[in-house]
Structure formats: C-alpha cells, structure tokens
C-alpha cells in the first residue's frame, strides 16, 4: 500500500486561494472536489496535478500515479480547502485545458448571460446526456470553474467543452439555423430539424434583443398551467428531449 505524505500548511492555503477566479486566471489551475467528479477526472484527458483526500478516501480509491502529486488531508484541512458547505473527501488541483474550436456537431447549445452556477453546471450534464459536445457563452455568463458549477455537472463538464466568446460575432458566422428559446415563439413540439443551436437566456433577462435579432426561429415551450416562467436548466432539458430525444 502507498504512503502519502501530508499536506502543508502552505499547499492548504494553495487550495484556498483557488477558490478565487482571480487566482485561478493566475496559476492556470482550478480545483474539483467530491468523490464522483475527481474519479471521472482521472478517467478523462484533463491534466490532474494534485490531489488532497482523507487517508481512509485514497486507500479506498487508489489512485493512478501518472505524476499526479497525492497528498493526505485531514477532515479539519479539507473543510478550510472547500468552496462548499460540506467537506468533501477528496479534492484535486487540475490545468486549465487549452481553448478549443467549436465543433461542427449535429448540435450545439448557446447560453446568453447564464449567471446562476447550478443553472449552467445542470445545463452541462443535460447536455452531456443529450449527446451535445459543445456550450457557447456569452461573456458575462457565469464561469465554468466556479466550485458549485462543477459540482452540479456531476463530472460532466470532462466531457462537455464550454467556450466564452463573443455571441454575436458568433452567431453572425454560425452556418446552421439559430432556435431561440422565449416564451412566446413556435411551439418546440411543431419543429423538425437535426441540426442547428438551441439559444437559452437568463431567467431574469432572457436572451438580447440583438441575439434575438439574429436567430432563425423563435420557439417556445407551451405552458398548460400558470407558472410565469421555466428554471432556464428545466427549459433546456425539455428542449433538448424534443428536439434531440424524440426528433
């Protein structure tokens, strides 16, 4: 059985200034925490550097070696580390992976001005369920590396590539028709298509009028009762069904 060494008060305080965005945009790093979304790290292509768990968590899950630092915490360390109410066992210091180009996939998801981070990581995960490979967002959408955005992807966000851009400078170059989500439009049920973006905006604000400007289509959920709106992550899974699930 390996021996791990304990982590130093100077590696806690490493993890704790990791909690900030300001930090994480210095060192090119960011922090996963919880026993699900740290093993779907280790089985995806993302760079691991270090990981900080209880002893009793990385004798259980014995971690692969591939140069990645491992290092024992106790519960105490690990309740300072987190971004969370609630410790985790396990927490790993992770690369920011390169930016990549938005792939010409069957189906992509645009988000404008996404702010509430179980929204978008709940959007992740739909999306990961829904095949979709690739999240454009505006710039003023909230950050992918925000502790409670991972951990409501539920490890999606290994397989989910999320891009921050220009949503209109993209739109206006995208090849392939633009549905946009608002609340009154064509109902989603009526829509036959197999490829294009599914545009969601923010529950407080919905999408900009200039975004809105450019789409193709403007589609809508029909409401049956008398609820005002739809959480936009319950909107999109909906959408996503229709459109993807039951074409």
């Not at 899950?61 to 985790?88: C, N, W, Y």
């Not at 949503?167 to 109902?187: D, W």
């Not at 450019?214 to 069904?241: F, H, M, Y």
């Amino acid at each position: 059985m390996a021996a791990y060494p304990n982590i130093s008060a100077q590696r806690v305080k490493y993890f704790q200034s990791l909690k900030l965005k300001k930090y994480r945009q210095k060192y090119g790093q960011f922090v996963v925490e919880g026993t699900k979304s740290v093993l779907e790290l280790l089985h995806s292509d993302m760079l691991v550097e270090e990981i900080a768990g209880t002893l009793q968590w990385l004798e259980e899950f014995e971690t692969p070696s591939k140069g990645i630092r491992t290092l024992v915490a106790t519960k105490d360390q690990l309740h300072r580390m987190t971004a969370l109410k609630t410790a985790p066992p396990v927490m790993a210091v992770v690369k920011i992976p390169e930016k990549k180009e938005v792939q010409d996939t069957n189906w992509i998801l645009g988000l404008d001005g996404i702010r509430d981070p179980g929204n978008l990581g709940t959007i992740i995960r739909i999306a990961d369920w829904y095949g979709i490979s690739d999240i454009v967002c505006s710039e003023d959408t909230v950050e992918l590396f925000n502790q409670k955005v991972l951990t409501s992807t539920m490890g999606s966000f290994t397989r989910v590539n999320v891009h921050y851009l220009d949503l209109n400078r993209f739109i206006e170059s995208y090849k392939h028709q633009v549905l946009a989500c608002v609340m009154t439009g064509k109902p989603v049920y009526e829509i036959r298509a197999d490829k294009g973006m599914i545009l969601i905006g923010s529950e407080s604000h919905g999408i900009s009028d200039n975004l809105l400007a450019l789409s193709s289509e403007r589609i809508t959920i029909p409401s049956v009762g008398k609820a005002e709106s739809l959480n936009a992550a319950v909107a999109t899974g909906i959408i996503c069904d229709r459109l993807i699930g039951h074409p």
